[in-house]
């Protein structure tokens, strides 16, 4: 049992094999961020060196400057492939920074004018960079030695016996306080990000059960918000491919998902006789049935305030909310217009309204998608948004598509 636990730590932060796969893109989103900041500092420190050899005139300025222009690549390269699904890029990414950083000690080391700057500083900072590479202790343990020896090699090579011994004490004492402080540092990391993984889905799990119980009570819509979650999905993996949208980010996306099921939550106080009414509803009742997108957003309110993700609050009131406001100011509760209508209420107006048209309640029959599709075309600019709603239907015609091969 104490091999395993000891075996686990080495190779997965402490936790079970299965369980660090899960959250093993969660920790390479992490470390992602933290390169950008690495490559940043790297960028400046190098350039404030770079000044500092051209003022006082040393003739060292080669080590200074691969640092500064390597890193500053390296930053513009963490940006472009930010959004990139293969980790492999990451960790290319994260290798050459701390390659460059190894090179820069390397180089430096041989410099006789920098005898003044303490070797502590380089080999604290080598220490410190497989915080940007890996989570697996064994793999960073590995190039904290590597690193290590190859910067005792040069020192070993070109400096003096004095200097040497100096270095070789620096480096030990350095490379087994960077080991047990990234050895504390990322299993720590490791697990807050397991718990918070849980936390979310637990999270998930009770909003979609609140949100099911009202499904249940809606004899119509059975199924209603798995479906309407997918084409909110479809919609938002469509608007990151342009310009106009794709800074809306991979939260914004995660929020609207998580806030989607909710969209109808108020209708858990409308009564039964006006929510499973088989015909069509009067004006009164149909007033009654109005309220429910004021109810859901007071619930969610009541509810969920108190949570951190602010965010998350505010997109999640503004889908129970808005998303039967109309684009021409025609819609409720509050006659929205245009882009008055948060885009996240605007997004599930379509995804809710295509479901209500293809779908069978207990007061319509369901339409063909031919016909939906011709209704939610002649919405366009009325109804909804006519540049959401197009690119909505590019989803819905692919779907169609794809169901036929």
Known sequence: MAKKRIKNIFLHGGLEKEEFKQIFPLVWKRNGRILKVTSLLSAAMGFLFLLYATFTRSGTWLPYFILM????VIFILSYVTANSKSRIVGMLL???QMLLICAYAGILSTQISNYAIPATSIVVFIAIMPLTIDDRLIRMYFFVILESVSYLVVSHLFKSPAAFSLDLMNVVTFSVIGMTLYGVISTRNIREIHQGERIDKIQKSIITSMATVVEERDESTGG???RTEDY?????EKLKKFEKYSKLGEEYAANVMLAAPMHDIGKIKIPDSILNKP???TRDEFEVMKKHSDYGAEIISKTMRNVENEDYFEVACNIAKYHHERYDGTGYPDGLKGDEIPLEARIMALADVYDALVSERVYKKALSKEEAVKIIEEGKGTQFDPELAE??????????????K
């Open 69 to 72: 222009a390597g890193s500053v």
């Open 94 to 96: 994260c290798y050459i």
């Open 224 to 226: 209603h918000i798995l």
């Open 232 to 236: 909110v999905s479809e919609l938002l």
């Open 279 to 281: 015909g069509r509803l």
């Open 391 to 404: 690119l909505f239907l590019e989803c819905i015609k692919k779907s169609k598509e794809d169901g036929q």
